[in-house]
């Protein structure tokens, strides 16, 4: 059974920093992660994500050089860290996963079939 389990999120002063955790199970190895967040009112949109082929990583403008995706491959665990958080960056965090993607695909096309039930952030101004 497949599965994406997030975790890690929480109240959080303006400036300081998280760890969401994204737990995957039922997977081959081979599948892309990306993390995507929804703040009321507003539309889902991509955060990072990261290729399984190469490692390429890829961030939104909004949080580029805050933000940092990894993964524990032999874990099936993928991380976001996020630094310096503001309180726009409060929303429900997602993790998601596309298995099998094309080899040498852009992780921001995926349509990432399988999501986990998010983690909310809380940034307090």
């Known amino acids: 059974q497949v599965q994406l389990v997030e975790s890690g999120g929480g109240l959080v002063q303006s400036g300081g920093s998280l760890r969401l955790s994204c737990a995957a199970s039922?997977?081959?190895?081979?599948?892309?992660i990306g993390w995507f967040r929804q703040a009321p009112g507003k539309e889902r949109e991509g955060v990072s994500c990261?290729?399984?082929?190469?490692?390429?990583?890829w961030y939104a403008d909004s949080v580029k050089g805050r933000f940092t995706i990894s993964r524990d491959t032999a874990k099936m665990m993928e991380f976001l860290r996020m630094d310096s958080l503001k309180p726009e960056d409060a929303a429900v965090y997602y993790c998601?996963?596309?298995?099998?993607?094309?080899?040498?695909?852009?992780?921001?096309?995926?349509?990432?079939?399988?999501w986990g039930q998010g983690t909310q952030v809380i940034v307090s101004s």
């Open positions: 998601a996963a596309e298995p099998h993607p094309p080899f040498g695909s852009d992780c921001r096309t995926l349509p990432y079939t399988y």
């Open positions: 039922g997977f081959t190895l081979d599948y892309t």
């Open positions: 990261i290729s399984s082929s190469d490692g390429t990583s």
